[in-house]
């Protein structure tokens, strides 16, 4: 779990770094943020309000800045410890007392035309692709997570409305190539990549070149390890097929030798049955390579065989 939760760390941090060209880009970023880990607040005193909280400093740091370029007002910044969670801290960034803070609101696509809560995105943030790709990463900076690829893969964006999880799903697979799905876990839904390749795009998608290039080197390596133990263990299971074929032919020939001895045996047959008693561990081409002439591994099998079917002749 740490191992998984370092490595979204490091997504987050470099996704953090990025300050979107266009206003427009700017604007879809904080609003998957905010319609994510923010909440709306009704105070009698201070009227409406805005808070989003984050566990990591610098998801705060692009809020706080990305509301100052947005609306060019500052935010109020607030660090507290929790109780829980091995004590970490919990930034929150709040928007209160703002003249006008139902048409910010509105801007984000938390509120509707008619100051009602949407339950979905607002398809005026998405017009353009650019946005769509900025969107995408204030989701994952909001609520995804990504395993570390020497672990497994799995990536996930998490939400608490349904509506919401079903628009981002529809949002990453308007792009080619990815095939999110959507399920519920407790009281959030989760839009989430389990091929290691979507992921792989969905990383470029949102911006995170370097953590894709970790991401890529320990894929390669985990296939590398993958491949090198299906060999081995093909390789085992071959070596253990021979052993067993080598004790039946022994068997064999020891009942032919019991009964009427080798030289029952045409010629050619004996010589292979003698280096086979002689060399019971060397596979069917050290067994050729050993005769005079050498002998094909397909020869020698020919012959064993042969030397099988008279053993079958005792039986009868």
Same mark, same amino acid.
């Given at each position: ?7 979204? @760390? ?27 880990? !923010? ?55 709040? @928007?209160? !007392? ?10 984000? /696509? ?31 900076? !909001? /609520? ?7 672990? /497994?893969?799995?990536? *996930? ?37 389990? *091929? ?72 050619? @047959? ?6 086979? @008693? ?9 067994? /050729? ?28």
């Amino acid at each position: 779990m740490e191992r998984n939760a370092s490595f979204s @760390l490091k997504v987050k941090s470099e996704l953090a770094r990025i300050i979107p060209e266009r206003d427009c880009c700017r604007l879809a970023e904080l609003s998957a943020i905010s319609r994510i880990d !923010g909440v709306v607040t009704i105070g009698s005193d201070e009227g409406v309000g805005l808070y989003i909280a984050t566990e990591y400093s610098s998801v705060a740091r692009t809020v706080y800045s990305l509301i100052k370029d947005v609306f060019g007002v500052e935010a109020e910044l607030m660090v507290n410890r929790q109780s829980r969670l091995k004590k970490r801290l919990l930034y929150r960034i709040g @928007l209160r !007392g703002v003249p006008e803070i139902s048409e910010v609101l509105r801007a984000l /696509g938390i509120l509707s035309a008619r100051n009602r809560i949407l339950p979905g995105i607002k398809k005026d943030l998405l017009k353009n692709k650019c946005c769509r790709r900025s969107y995408l990463r204030g989701a994952f900076l !909001g /609520g995804g997570s990504v395993s570390s690829p020497d672990r /497994g893969y799995h990536m *996930e964006l998490t939400t608490a409305g349904e509506e919401l999880a079903g628009d981002l799903m529809d949002l990453v697979n308007g792009f080619e190539g990815l095939r999110a799905k959507m399920s519920k876990r407790k009281t959030s839904y989760m839009v989430y990549l389990k *091929e290691s390749g979507q992921i792989a795009d969905f990383l470029t998608l949102i911006g995170a070149h370097g953590s894709l290039l970790e991401y890529e080197n320990a894929r390669v390596l985990k296939g590398m390890r993958n491949q090198v133990n299906r060999m081995v263990n093909c390789e085992t299971a071959n070596i253990g097929k021979a052993a067993d074929a080598a004790m039946r032919q022994l068997d064999v020939i020891r009942l032919i030798e019991r009964h009427f001895g080798l030289d029952a045996l045409d010629p050619s @047959l004996a010589q292979v049955a003698r280096l086979r @008693l002689a060399h019971p561990e060397e596979n069917l081409k050290e067994l /050729g390579e050993m005769m005079n002439p050498p002998l094909s591994k397909s020869g020698v099998n020919h012959r064993l065989r042969k030397i099988s079917e008279f053993a079958e002749g005792i039986k009868e």
